[in-house]
């Protein structure tokens, strides 16, 4: 079973959760087993944090919460063998951004998917930023359009 991290901005809102479960059950049918950083148990130090009055407590708070979770998703991030990046959107997220980068860096294979029909790209025809399509393909990994498109032959670049 293949380690992939899921980097993705799909847990901010209680409303993407059925997408982020379609893809999540395509890649467990497809052999992987997948880490996924909202599944990570810091939702109750948030809302704790939320409820700080005292504002440097509070950023003090959250500045902790941000360290363990971005520890976390490094760990994560070095433990797994690929990395799919969901990149729809009118503008990548910076954080998905940026994983794929330190895991395309680590020398791990990184996928994106782009559902989004409209290019956010830097030419005519590039439907995402150069470099992080560059991250990708140099990687050994593609950018996928549709999640059906996502094998398991395509993952494991047979």
Known sequence: MLALYLAFPLGFSPEW???RDKIKQTLIRIG?????????????????ASTIQDWPT???????IVAKIGRANEEM???CELVL???DGPELD??????????AGLGKRCYGLRT???NSGDFDGIPINLQVLYWIESSGGRLFHKIEEIACSALRGC
């Open 116 to 118: 989004d029909f409209r």
């Open 94 to 103: 910076s954080g998905t951004v940026s994983e794929i980068g330190f895991a």
């Open 58 to 64: 509070r950023i003090a708070a959250f500045k902790d």
């Open 32 to 48: 992987c087993s997948v880490l996924d950083p909202w599944e990570q148990p810091f939702h109750a130090a948030i809302e704790k």
């Open 85 to 87: 990046g969901v990149l």
């Open 77 to 79: 991030i070095r433990s």
């Open 17 to 19: 959760k059925s997408y």
